[in-house]
């Protein structure tokens, strides 16, 4: 598999990074400012500026989760080149569909948004999970712990717009309220849990986490507390007074994660 260097890959970053700019400073131009008798229908305004923040948040955090997963990694696969194109493409539409919503909300124009957001999460889905392969293709049990950790938000997303989609159907303005909730709350989640990657990857490089055989094959309840026993750990280490009781501290996950396994 083809692998593009490091400049091309920071090429393609700021590539992105100035579209997705251009994007947002679309949509805000597309506000409408109507005037009734020489003075300006706030109502519509404000109403129109609600929906630019809908969208506002959804770019935003793309943007965010996007610098952050090319921010860790040096290479990335022509695949995903080819791909992080096709996610732009669809990004640039979002102008036209907040514009659709704001000129008439009724549920077509709404199902639409929530359909385009769902294609941005998937295809954003794959190009994370092709630039895991690459960082982790010597590492096959941490990207089994990056898809744990990182990915399982991608898919309550997903879940959380397919749900939207069918609710806008009935109740349109509802769910273009809901719509700003979830970009948001996928920002805090994924900003603390790349935290968490990012530690625990540094971890067992330094051979100082060891983490059971196959992340995958754990049941639900393990995993459940391998990510709360994770947390903590990296919690109390932050905390530590010096390095010793830093690695006393790992080393008590360690004892743990082996006991799991």
Known sequence: MGEIKKRMKDRLDAFSDAIIAIIITVMVLELPIEKIGGSVDYLVLFRAIGIYAVSFCFVGNLWYQHAQVFNDTERVANKTVVMDLIFLFFMSLVPTFTKLMTDDTSKIT??????????????????VSQIAEVKYSKHSKQHEVFNYIFARNFNY??????????????????????????????????????????????????????????????????????????????????????????????SQFAEWAADQR
């Open 110 to 127: 709404v199902m639409l948004y929530g359909t385009l957001s769902l294609i941005l999460l998937v295809v954003f889905r794959i190009i």
């Open 157 to 250: 997303s997903i879940a959380a717009y397919v749900i939207l989609i069918v609710l806008a159907f009935f109740f349109p303005r509802i769910a273009l309220v809901l719509f700003i909730i979830i970009p948001i709350w996928s920002f805090v989640e994924n900003s603390h849990e790349h935290g968490t990657l990012s530690l625990a990857t540094r971890g067992m490089e330094e051979g100082r986490i060891q983490v059971p055989e196959s992340v995958k094959n754990l049941s639900p309840d393990q995993k459940k507390a391998l990510r709360a026993k994770l947390a903590s750990t990296i919690k109390a280490s932050r905390g530590a007074k010096d390095e010793s009781q830093k690695r006393e501290i790992w």
